[in-house]
């Protein structure tokens, strides 16, 4: 009898994911010996926590069906404007971070209001904001602008014992509370199941009597709080402000999610998922870094050849009507 009989075909994707994050992390260990450490498998995470944030963000964007081009602008835009209103304004870091956060979400809600008001394409839209976000940064400064805010370089430098030679930072701690209120948000609550209809299909979802004009408003609304976090996080990171941050940081957050099994046609996706796509994304940059004779151009070839496999595998599934319409897959 054959294996595929016992699996959920909706468990698929995340099976895939799963499976080839383990082939990754074992040929890491294998290949080298300090790869096996906690303390590595803990830096994929603390390396990588603001795409974490990012990318859950996009993946509801993804799930309801639309696109969001803007991320990594809003991103870099939240870099500038923390740093410039520590360093130059000498703001206090906590009048400064609900404020980047609002902002966030201002430019998520715009583009939620043009998309689902004016019925414009989301593509579109976010293109604008992205272009919007990344020229207000230069508006700011055209020169990086470095953090040497006190409280800034000491959440920097926190750590979060976790044994006896391994931690966590303060970005790797907020990237995770952050997963953990996406999975609720996606289980638990009917905004994650509506927005999950919208994706499967807009018009049921209306005939069904949900808030779907008030759910993509949300949604959008939710991926520029996320990009704003992500932000925030980056500036813990680089201690520094810049309008090149985030350089591309939207395709990365892209090819997370759907490496993490998220259909890019909507309906479909999984936020756990998205979390082993980012790792892999960090294990094949901790592979080229071991290695030390690559060029971490390398990473992006990896990538697209797996984004290529991933698409395959996803017109596999939608060819066997595991992603039709109306089939949603929750996290």
Not at 282 to 303: C, K, M, N, Y
Request: charged share 10%; net charge neutral; hydrophobic share 55%.
């Amino acid at each position: 009898m054959s294996l595929m009989r016992y699996i959920n075909p909706r468990s698929l994707p995340l099976i895939v994911t799963t499976a080839l994050f383990v082939a990754l992390f074992g040929f890491g260990a294998i290949s080298y010996d300090a790869f096996l450490s906690p303390q590595v498998f803990v830096n994929l995470l603390i390396d990588n926590g603001f795409l974490l944030v990012v990318a859950i963000g996009m993946t509801f964007v993804i799930v309801s069906g639309g696109i969001d081009l803007s991320v990594g602008s809003i991103v870099a835009l939240a870099t500038m404007v923390s740093a410039s209103l520590v360093q130059h304004h000498h703001w206090s870091i906590w009048a400064i971070i609900p404020l980047v956060l609002l902002m966030g979400c201002a430019f998520g809600l715009l583009h939620g209001v043009l998309i689902q008001v004016f019925r414009m394409q989301p593509f579109i839209v976010t293109l604008g904001g992205m272009f919007l976000a990344r020229g207000l940064c230069y508006v700011i400064s055209i020169d990086s602008i470095s953090i040497t805010d006190p409280t800034y370089t000491a959440l920097s430098e926190y750590r979060l014992t976790l044994g006896s030679e391994t931690f966590i930072s303060l970005s790797g701690i907020v990237a995770l509370g952050i997963l953990m209120a996406a999975i609720f948000l996606a289980h638990y609550t009917r905004f994650g199941r509506t927005v999950y209809a919208i994706g499967g299909n807009e018009r049921s979802a209306l005939l069904m009597g949900l808030p779907v004009a008030r759910t993509k408003i949300l949604v959008y609304t939710f991926s520029g709080f996320c990009s704003a976090l992500g932000g925030i996080l980056v500036t813990f990171y680089m201690l520094s402000g810049y309008g090149l941050h985030a350089l591309g940081m939207e395709l990365d957050a892209i090819a997370a999610a759907v490496i993490g099994g998220t259909l890019l046609t909507g309906g479909v996706g999984n936020v756990v998922g998205t979390l082993i796509g980012v790792l892999i994304l960090g294990v094949i940059q901790s592979l080229i870094a071991f290695d030390g004779s690559l060029s971490s151009w390398w990473t992006r070839i990896a990538i697209g050849l797996l984004l290529f496999l991933f698409c395959l595998l996803q017109r596999i599934i939608e060819r066997s009507g595991i992603g039709r319409k109306g089939n949603a897959v929750s996290p």
